[in-house]
C-alpha cells in the first residue's frame, strides 16, 4: 500500500532544461581613438624619434613577438636596412643617371627598402591585432593593419596608451617593470 502510494505521487519524469544561456560581451571600446592626443608624452616622442623601441615596449607588455630585445633588434634592423637601401638607391639613380644603364638596380633597391617598412608596419598590426583580442576591443585585423601602415605613428601611441606601456611623464628606453609571478 505505501509503494502505490508514493508511485502514484511521483511524477514519471522529470523535466531536464536543455537550453544553456550564454553570456554576449559587448567589445570594450578603445581608450583613446588612432589620432587622438591626450596620451601624447612620453608616447608622442618615442613613437616618433624611437619607432623600434616604442614597438618593442608595447611587444615586450604584451609578450608577442618573442619579447622585448627580440622585436628591439628586429624591427631596428628593418628600419635600417631600409633607410639603407633608399640611400643607396639615391646612389644608384645619380651614377646611373650619366650612362645609357636602364635604372633598374635603383627600383630593385627602393622595392627592397619599401618592403623593409612594410614589414614593420606588418609586425605593427600584428601586436595590434593581438592587443585587440586580448583586451577584447572592438575592430578587425583589417582595420588593425591599414591603420598600422596608413599612420603608423599614431597607431603606436594609441597601443602604448591602451596597454601603459609608457610610465607617465617619464621617458624610459626600457621595457617597462612588472610585477613577478608568484605561486601560493
Request: proline residues 6%; glycine residues 8%.
Amino acid at each position: 500500500m505505501y509503494r502505490e502510494q508514493v508511485d502514484a505521487e511521483a511524477p514519471l519524469a522529470v523535466p531536464i532544461p536543455t537550453a544553456i544561456p550564454i553570456i554576449v560581451l559587448e567589445p570594450n571600446a578603445w581608450r583613446s581613438s588612432l589620432f587622438a592626443c591626450k596620451h601624447l608624452y612620453p608616447n608622442g616622442p618615442m613613437a616618433w624619434y624611437c619607432p623600434c623601441v616604442a614597438l618593442a615596449q608595447i611587444a615586450g607588455r604584451v609578450g608577442v613577438c618573442g619579447g622585448y630585445h627580440r622585436v628591439l633588434c628586429g624591427v631596428m634592423g628593418l628600419i635600417v636596412s631600409g633607410l639603407l637601401l633608399y640611400a643607396m638607391s639615391e646612389t644608384v639613380l645619380d651614377s646611373e643617371a650619366s650612362s645609357a644603364m636602364p635604372v633598374c638596380s635603383h627600383q630593385l633597391l627602393q622595392t627592397l627598402a619599401l618592403l623593409c617598412f612594410l614589414t614593420v608596419a606588418v609586425v605593427l598590426g600584428a601586436v595590434r591585432t593581438r592587443v585587440r583580442g586580448v583586451y577584447y576591443l572592438v575592430g578587425s585585423e583589417l582595420e588593425d593593419h591599414v591603420a598600422s601602415i596608413c599612420c603608423f605613428w599614431c597607431t603606436l601611441v594609441q597601443l602604448g596608451a591602451e596597454i601603459d606601456a609608457f610610465t607617465p611623464e617619464v621617458c624610459s628606453f626600457g621595457a617597462r617593470d612588472t610585477l613577478p609571478s608568484y605561486s601560493v
